[in-house]
């Protein structure tokens, strides 16, 4: 069964250095992989997304992650915090009964100290 | 701008009473699925509706119901509720069946039972 180890529950950083959320997988097939963002009391926003292309995926704000196989891993990373991207990140897998079902990991707060 | 809606924001019930949330999908969108998100964790895969027939469940109670009405707005149904049953309730509605990466997302509501 598809599942996804968010290894961080907590990350914290200085405003303008870089960031780094990890997330491994376990998959029996190759499956689409996601990171979404969550702001409180907003909706979750898609950040990016791995569908067997390009392994290293750009994303909106300024985010990227790389799809690495031989690891099952997908971290996001980001140059450079801003105080705005202080949220709770959730790495995504599709089911494997169906690509429709999303199993979300169970999240990292960013937090971005000034 | 998602255009999902979800209503109420917040509710508070009582062991053993019934809820209904709605969802209004984003315009265009015949497909709509429900997460459970309980506190400090990722959302959960209830079930998904498309033109109006369940299309997918997860691990979830049959006490845990749905529709989705001609218009694609929907409801989620709990019959007797229990207290492991408080969380934030989050729709997403697709424009299109089996296509994770396009499921936008609500804000939420936030149920509470005592």
């Known amino acids: 069964a598809q599942s996804v180890t968010q290894l961080d529950s907590h990350v914290s950083v200085s405003e303008g250095t870089p960031v780094l959320l990890r997330c491994n997988y376990s998959?029996?097939?190759?499956?689409?992989l996601f990171w979404y963002v969550q702001h409180p009391n907003k909706g979750l926003q898609l950040l990016l997304k791995y569908t067997s292309a390009a392994t290293l995926v750009k994303g909106i704000n300024g985010f990227e992650a790389e799809f690495k196989k031989s690891e099952t891993s997908f971290h996001l990373t980001k140059p450079s915090a801003h105080m705005s991207d202080a949220a709770e990140y959730f790495c995504v897998v599709t089911g494997e009964d169906s690509s429709y079902k999303l199993i979300f990991g169970s999240g990292t707060r960013l937090l971005v100290r000034p | 701008e998602t255009g999902v809606t979800q209503s109420p924001t917040h509710l508070i019930k009582t062991r053993g009473q019934q809820v209904t949330l709605r969802c209004s999908s984003q315009s265009g969108h015949n497909t709509v699925s429900w997460y459970q998100q309980a506190l400090g964790q990722g959302p959960q895969f209830i079930f998904q509706y498309y033109r109006e027939e369940e299309n997918g469940r997860g691990n979830f109670p049959p006490r845990f119901s749905g529709l989705q009405f001609p218009n694609y707005s929907s409801e989620l149904n709990v019959n007797a509720l229990e207290l492991d049953d408080s969380a934030l309730y989050l729709c997403a509605s697709s424009p299109r069946l089996s296509t994770p990466d396009t499921q936008y997302f609500g804000p939420g509501t936030r149920l509470t039972v005592l």
């Open positions: 998959s029996s097939y190759s499956p689409s």
